[in-house]
């Protein structure tokens, strides 16, 4: 059973960058054809998805974020992580890293199949 | 981009009731559209995934179906456990859209 565990500062200045580390157990994310994704939850935008890094290394962002978002793997520690820069009040949010896994009869259907429990990052000074 | 609107955005039901929560697309998803339910304080959980397909461990009263730009999830008959909050999502292209969400309240 693949399990995800966030980790990271709770509160990040405006103007600062944001990093967080999601950790993975149960599963190799340099094996498969996953998708280790970011998603984040505010209240006032619901559930964003952030982006992704693919097993290759190579990663696909929400283009809206894209200039300010970077997610990377470290393969030998089985994380990836989570770096946005110049951070402003609009991204404090519950922050989720997931796993986008696909269906065992076709392999084209894809969808979130693993969380992790989220981690509330405020933005203020 | 593709934007998900699911409705409505709340409702109230009492356990026993055939719930009905839409979701439309503002351009085809074929068939790549999935359902999740989560609770306060918790991540969200996948339902179904595919239109139809019912993730493993989730009972049979969730359903959906639909297909293009039109779905829907239905509960047939709303358990204590099912008040929660659901969301649609696309994954038929980058980037991918949730719905705003659905809440379920207990009437």
């Known amino acids: 059973q693949v399990q995800l565990q966030e980790s990271g500062p709770g509160l990040v200045k405006p103007s600062q960058t944001l990093s967080l580390t999601c950790t993975v157990s149960?599963?190799?994310?340099?094996?498969?054809?996953?998708?280790w994704s970011w998603i984040r939850q505010s209240a006032g935008k619901g559930l964003e998805w952030i982006g992704y890094?693919?097993?290759?290394?190579?990663?696909t962002y929400k283009p809206s974020l894209k200039s300010r978002v970077t997610i990377s793997m470290a393969p030998s520690k089985n994380q990836f992580s989570l770096k946005l820069t110049s951070v402003t009040a609009a991204d404090t949010a519950v922050y989720y890293c997931?796993?986008?896994?696909?269906?065992?009869?076709?392999?084209?259907?894809?969808?979130?199949?693993?969380w992790g429990q989220g981690t509330q990052v405020t933005v203020s000074s | 981009d593709i934007q998900m609107t699911q409705s409505p955005s709340s409702l109230s039901a009492s356990v026993g009731d055939r719930v009905t929560i839409t979701c439309r697309a503002s351009?085809?998803?074929?068939?790549?559209l999935n359902w999740y339910q989560q609770k306060p304080g918790k991540a969200p959980q996948v339902l179904i995934f595919?239109?139809?397909n019912l993730e493993t461990g989730v009972p049979s009263r969730f359903s959906g179906s639909g297909s293009g730009t039109e779905f829907t999830l239905t509960i047939s008959s709303l358990q204590p456990e099912d008040f929660a909050t659901y969301y649609c999502?696309?994954?038929?292209?980058?980037?991918?859209?949730f719905g705003q969400g659905t809440k379920v309240v207990i009437k």
């Open positions: 351009q085809t998803v074929t068939r790549y």
């Open positions: 997931a796993r986008e896994g696909y269906d065992s009869l076709t392999g084209l259907l894809y969808y979130f199949d693993s």
């Open positions: 890094v693919y097993p290759s290394g190579s990663s």
């Open positions: 149960g599963a190799s994310i340099r094996s498969g054809s996953y998708y």
């Open positions: 595919g239109t139809s």
């Open positions: 999502q696309q994954s038929h292209s980058n980037p991918r859209a």
